[in-house]
Antibody, heavy 122, light 112 residues
């Protein structure tokens, strides 16, 4: 069965960096793109962007450029989200979600990781 | 402020029918983009509930249904059950280059 297993919670100080992993299993990793979604405490879902797992080409939503980097290690079917120069407002749960094509033009995030809580506090 | 507007909360008694609206504009839902719905139970990751406006993934009960018309979409839940208490999010696409994937602000469903 399809599974996305994310790394555990992180507590970081402002200015530090963090790398969240998302290990996929149960399907061919390079056949499906991967999305990243942020959820701040008590808030809704916010799309951060996605990465083409075939080419490694990332696309970032506005507001997630510069300090946010999506990457892959296809040898271990894992996607990564790295955030540098952490700020208190980066405190959130970060989700990876598989992008699946259900028609010729359309995609949907059909499987989600369990989420990784990143807390930024001095 | 989310690009897609949802009511912050809805409620209903067990067995009743509730609907959750998702209102967009001519640059997203009204432009013909599909709408998806996700259910987020307390403390868990979102789960795909409806895709492509009205399609249910395998395993989702037929008590859940989706529709779309004009610049809006709706999620209907019939025969409400206690385990339906969750947050529900709509998601679509927007012609804006800054954020082509957009979510609604979420709706908290309370089963009375």
């Amino acid at each position: 069965q399809v599974q996305l297993v994310q790394s555990g919670s992180e507590l970081k100080k402002p200015g530090a960096s963090v790398k969240v992993s998302c290990k996929a299993s149960g399907y061919t990793f390079t056949s499906y793109a991967m999305n990243w979604v942020r959820q701040a405490p008590g808030q809704g879902l916010e799309w951060m962007g996605w990465i083409n797992t075939n080419t490694g080409n990332p696309t970032y939503a506005q507001g997630f450029t510069g300090r946010f980097v999506f990457s892959l290690d296809t040898s271990v079917s894992t996607a990564y989200l790295q955030i540098s120069s952490l700020k208190a407002e980066d405190t959130a749960v970060y989700y990876c979600a598989r992008y699946s094509q259900y028609s010729s033009s359309w995609y949907v995030a059909d499987y989600w990781g369990q989420g990784t809580l990143v807390t930024v506090s001095s | 402020q989310s690009v897609l507007t949802q009511p912050p909360s809805v409620s209903g008694a067990p067995g009743q029918r509730v609907t959750i609206s998702c209102t967009g504009s001519s640059s997203n839902i009204g432009a013909g983009y599909d709408v998806h719905w996700y259910q987020q139970l307390p403390g868990t990751a979102p789960k795909l509930l409806i895709y492509g406006n009205s399609n249910r993934p395998s395993g989702v009960p037929d008590r859940f249904s989706g529709s779309k018309s004009g610049t809006s979409a709706s999620l209907a839940i019939t025969g409400l059950q206690a385990e339906d208490e969750a947050d529900y999010y709509c998601q679509s696409y927007d012609s804006s280059l800054s954020a082509p994937v957009v979510f609604g602000g979420g709706t908290k469903l309370t089963v009375l």
